[in-house]
Each structure stands twice: as structure tokens, then as C-alpha cells.
């Protein structure tokens, strides 16, 4: 039994890099591969690993664009009331390294816990802390604002 094993991972994916993840204010959030960088990964010196098998990337990237910035005060606890009329008109999460609309509910495809997932109200920011509904055909989010 060796104790040190060489620090190159076993197995990688084919092909490399298949999603990008960083953390940043303890949020994980999806970037991509960048020459330069942003002027956030690099000032913050931010740390980016391969969404599927946890290698860390080693060049630069940027926060991947239209990734909703990070709400920090949605962690409180005093900010899960959503504060949209109607509420909760629309969940974000973050599922396997993407982000996902979805709404409230417990009937679906796919289910996930928001509260452990970070689901928040898209509109508002507040966090939501119960089940939800993804809903994997809804990629509104994913286009770039100004195009129809
Ligand atoms: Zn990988
Ligand atoms: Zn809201």
C-alpha cells in the first residue's frame, strides 16, 4: 500500500471539462473557460473544478454569463419570505452544476429540496426552503436578454 499517490486523478472525463464550478460567498456557480479570466475569479482569486469528477481546473474562466449573482442575504433566515405578489412566481436552482427554473410543489420529473439546494425567487431573492418542481423544459433564463 503506497500512502502517496500521485496527485493526478485516476480517471478524467472524456472529453475534459464537461462543466466548470467556482464558489464564491459559499454559493457554487457554473463558469466557463476564459484566457484571461474576469477581473472577479482573478481578483478573489477564485478556485474552478470540473463540475463532474471534482479535478481542479487549472487555467483561468469567468462566471459563466447570465448566472444570477449571488444573493447573499438570502441565507438569512429572515429572508425566506418572497416579497412578489403573487409569490414565488418563479424558483431558481442550482441542480448537477446548472441553474434550473422550476415553482413550488412536490408533484414532477424532478423534485429537489430547495432549502438544501439554495433554491431562491428569481424576481426577489428570497430563499425558499421547500420542495420544488425543476422545470427541465424552461431554459428562458439560459437567453440572453434583448434577443426574442
Ligand atoms: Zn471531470
Ligand atoms: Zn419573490
Known sequence: MRLFRPRKPSRRCRPQWPSLLTEMNGY??????????????TALNLRA????????????????????PPFEWAREPKNTLCSCEPRWPRLMVMFRG????GH?????????????????????????????????????????????
Open 28 to 41: 457554487v456557480l457554473p463558469c466557463l473557460p476564459a484566457e484571461h479570466g474576469s477581473v472577479l475569479t
Open 98 to 101: 446548472r441553474w434550473y427554473l
Open 104 to 148: 413550488p410543489g412536490s408533484h414532477g420529473r424532478l423534485v429537489v429540496d430547495g432549502a438544501s439546494d439554495g433554491a431562491f425567487c428569481r424576481n426577489c431573492g428570497a430563499g425558499f426552503l421547500g420542495e420544488m418542481v425543476i422545470d427541465l423544459d424552461d431554459t428562458s433564463h439560459l437567453e440572453k436578454p434583448g434577443e426574442t
Open 49 to 68: 473544478w470540473c463540475g463532474e469528477c471534482g479535478v481542479t481546473y487549472p487555467g483561468k474562466f469567468v462566471i459563466e454569463p447570465g448566472t444570477p
